[in-house]
């Protein structure tokens, strides 16, 4: 699995599988579509340091006929642009979904106006190490205070210190590549 996905979740939090909170149904309808992903909070290792040199990414989010999620995503790699495709099988239970055979235990969002912004949660889990990360998706180049404000308070109570978040780097180059 590569691009945005796996590179996001990868800088994401390594924390014994914190448990987050569902707030309310979601329609997964209601999350499709295109996206910026903004914001980023992480606990990996060499998150502090390479924060202030991550890029925006961008996301396609679709709903298979099965009720998966499929991701297409672009983001900033080592060699210029990439882009991959993700399939994220729904859980029986809510509207959560994973993937574990590449090492996605739990994908779901926290909170969203359905609109413009979506708050989301991934848990992940490559060998004996979990990974969590919350990221703040938005339909805009720019999210809202109310977006970011509600960033900070779900990654702060998940645990996630002020330096342990980062607002990427406003360089659109490889979200605009899947984003109108």
Known sequence: MGSLLLAVLLAS?????AQAVWLGRLDP?????PW???AVASREKSFAVEKDMKN???????LTPENNLRMLSSEQGLEGCSQSVTELLK???GWVFENPSIGVLEF???GTNFRDYAIVFTQLEFGDEPFNTVQLYSRTE?????????????????????QQQAQLQKD?????????
């Open 13 to 17: 939090a390594s924390v014994p599988r």
């Open 29 to 33: 309808k209601q999350l499709l579509g």
């Open 36 to 38: 910026y992903v903004l």
């Open 56 to 62: 925006v990414a961008g996301v396609v989010v679709t």
């Open 91 to 93: 859980r029986n239970s």
């Open 108 to 110: 779901r969002v926290l």
């Open 142 to 162: 720019t999210a809202s205070q109310e977006a970011m404000g509600l960033f900070t308070k779900w990654s702060r109570g998940l645990g996630f210190p002020s």
């Open 172 to 180: 659109l180059t490889c979200a605009r590549r899947i984003l109108p």
